[in-house]
T-cell receptor
Framework: GDSVTQMEGPVTLSEEAFLTINCTYT??????LFWYVQYPGEGLQLLLK?????DKGSNKGFEATYRKETTSFHLEKGSVQVSDSAVYFC??????????????FGTGTRLKVLA | GAVVSQHPSWVICKSGTSVKIECRSL??????MFWYRQFPKQSLMLMAT?????????EQGVEKDKFLINHASLTLSTLTVTSAHPEDSSFYIC????????????FGPGTRLTVT
């Protein structure tokens, strides 16, 4: 079945460091891919998305490229800030045989940025 | 746009009682709403998918009679945890999807349920 695998955290970086959070997926169809961010005590917020191969999603300095050949959607940011400290979830959305969409989330990666 | 609210944001109840959680799409019509459960430091587990005016579709292993879902209108879905037990304590998150081809979900802020 479909699945999403992300690197385990926590990831601890100094401010202005480069960030990469790896995400790979398996899917039977042609999924859309998402990165969500969750701040403490809050729900998830969409960070960026990509709907087809080679699409690059970007927002707030974060980027991720849909790589079909490597089934990956790694999240990157060139210079992290303390305010980026949160949990990041990689997710996919794929069509079930029933015609409804299913959403699969990775286990989340906690990022801590130190001043 | 695309704001989803949940009420209450947190609730404490006694074992054996029932608790209702509301999920509302404030500025759009949601043909589909989703209910998730999140355990501490873990990912979201999809519990059920509800479409306005029809019965919810539950994921495998989720008890339909325990987690009652009602999607009565295009802006409101409710989750009722019946006869709650301490093991039901968790963070419950809803999300909503607009009608149309986009697969994007908009998430509510979550409801923390503690059963004593």
């Amino acid at each position: 079945g479909d699945s999403v695998t992300q690197m385990e955290g926590p990831v601890t970086l100094s401010e202005e460091a480069f960030l990469t959070i790896n995400c790979t997926y398996t899917a039977t169809g042609y999924p859309s891919l998402f990165w969500y961010v969750q701040y403490p005590g809050e729900g998830l917020q969409l960070l960026l998305k990509a709907t087809k191969a080679d699409d690059k999603g970007s927002n707030k300095g974060f980027e991720a490229t849909y790589r079909k050949e490597t089934t990956s959607f790694h999240l990157e940011k060139g210079s992290v800030q303390v305010s980026d400290s949160a949990v990041y979830f990689c997710a996919l959305s794929d069509l079930r045989t029933s015609g409804t969409y299913k959403y699969i989330f990775g286990t989340g990666t906690r990022l801590k940025v130190l001043a | 746009g695309a704001v989803v609210s949940q009420h209450p944001s947190w609730v404490i109840c006694k074992s054996g009682t029932s608790v209702k959680i509301e999920c509302r799409s404030l500025d759009f019509q949601a043909t589909t709403m989703f209910w998730y459960r999140q355990f501490p430091k873990q990912s979201l587990m999809l519990m059920a998918t509800s479409n306005e005016g029809s019965k919810a579709t539950y994921e495998q292993g989720v008890e339909k009679d325990k987690f009652l879902i009602n999607h009565a209108s295009l802006t409101l879905s409710t989750l009722t945890v019946t006869s709650a037990h301490p093991e039901d304590s968790s963070f419950y998150i809803c999300s909503a999807r607009r009608s149309g081809p986009s697969r994007e979900q908009y998430f509510g802020p979550g409801t923390r349920l503690t059963v004593t």
